[in-house]
Nanobody, 129 residues
Framework: QVPLVESGGGSVQAGGSLTLSCVVS????????MGWFRQAPEKQREGVAA???????AYADSVTGRFTVSQDKAKNSYDLHMNALGPEDSAMYYC???????????????????????WGQGTQVTVSS
């Protein structure tokens, strides 16, 4: 299992912001794609954002314009900046990294089906109305 160290998350009121961080260890940059998916109780898993091997990011329609990914290439570190949060964004968020070549758009489409061995430990995001 690839070490993925996640941090961030927490509780915030609607309209607020949070940042999730993910550090990818064990893979050289450019040899993997990464992303985040979220899982809320009684809801389907949803891919939120992905970064392809080329460093280009893609976002789910539900978060476009509100979420952005920033990258620290030297540290293999990624931050998911989440703004204008609403109760519908409440979920466990998981960072994923997979050592194959894939564009961000392709990665976003498969994120929710990636097996557990490629996930981080997850972090809870709770947004109150």
């Amino acid at each position: 299992q690839v070490p993925l160290v996640e941090s961030g998350g927490g509780s915030v009121q609607a309209g607020g912001s949070l940042t999730l961080s993910c550090v990818v260890s064990g893979y050289n940059r450019g040899t993997y794609w990464m992303g985040w998916f979220r899982q809320a109780p009684e809801k389907q898993r949803e891919g939120v954002a992905a970064v392809g091997n080329d460093g280009v990011a893609a976002y789910a329609d539900s978060v476009t314009g509100r979420f952005t990914v920033s990258q620290d290439k030297a540290k293999n570190s990624y931050d998911l900046h989440m703004n204008a949060l609403g109760p519908e964004d409440s979920a466990m968020y998981y960072c994923v990294a997979v050592p194959i070549t894939m564009s961000a758009v392709q990665a976003l489409a498969v994120l929710k089906r990636i097996s557990r061995e490629y996930w981080g430990q997850g972090t809870q995001v709770t947004v109150s109305s």
